[in-house]
């Protein structure tokens, strides 16, 4: 793993909860509300080699997804026009503003999922995650304030650093490195993402007493 340092050289120490909601995500009784749209960008690097991909770390003190390590991405804005250009648009601006990088063409990200926050949720997002192919000697940088950190982690790295309590990871992160991690190669991943379909994956948040957990479709419980 190759890190970049803006906090003093500090990793998360929160340990890996796999069913949890992220920080900052109340839960509410009531209505639901209506998500966001929004885009995230899983940024490889390794080719036909090796598959690494590109996480920062959002400031400790964000009242939403404080000190987790995410993937680059956010909301659409309307300055980002609709429909798929809007979610390519935003794309390419997250990664510039939050890993400092320029990606060459909107028009190379690669649609990989599509996620919306659980309706239990305070804070909702109607995500689209795209993989796309960091510039070649492309270095990340960081604002330290609304990103503090990078590194570029192998998807399994990454998920034993969360284990052990080096790093912060969420619950859509930690699914999704689980599914990358079983991928040789970043040309191989995008190759498998080029001929399968999006299919919209919606967790629910199974409540007992005063905890809470998340489950996706398919699981015990989600039904």
């Known amino acids: 793993m190759v ?4 906090d003093g050289g500090q990793v998360g120490s929160a340990a890996m909860e796999v069913d949890r909601p992220a920080p900052g995500e109340e ?8 998500p966001r749209l929004a885009s995230t960008v899983i940024l490889l690097r390794g080719g036909d080699r090796s598959l690494e991909v590109l ?9 939403f997804m404080g000190g987790a ?3 680059p991405g956010g ?7 609709s429909g798929d250009g809007a979610l390519r648009a935003a794309a390419v601006r997250e990664v510039a503003e939050e890993a400092g990088i320029a990606l060459a063409s909107a028009d190379a990200l690669v649609p990989f999922s599509h996620w919306i926050t659980p309706a239990q949720a305070k804070i909702r997002f109607d995500t689209w995650f795209f993989l796309a192919v960091g510039p070649p000697g492309a270095q990340p940088t960081v ?17 034993d650093a969360a284990g052990a309590g080096e790093i912060l990871l969420v619950f859509p992160t930690i699914k999704h490195l689980e599914q990358i991690s079983t991928f040789a190669s970043a040309d191989a991943l995008l190759e ?32």
């Open 3 to 6: 890190k970049g340092i803006a």
């Open 27 to 34: 839960l509410i009784g009531g209505q639901p509300t209506l």
């Open 55 to 63: 996480l920062v770390k959002r400031n400790p003190q964000a009242r």
């Open 69 to 71: 390590w995410v993937f």
């Open 75 to 81: 909301a659409v804005d309307t300055q980002d026009g």
């Open 143 to 159: 604002d330290g304030q609304e990103i503090v950190q990078w590194g570029w982690y192998r998807p399994r790295a990454a998920l």
């Open 192 to 223: 498998h993402a080029r001929g399968h379909e999006v299919r919209l994956v919606e967790p629910r948040v199974l409540r007992s007493g005063e905890t809470a957990r998340v489950v996706l479709p398919g699981e015990p419980g989600y039904d």
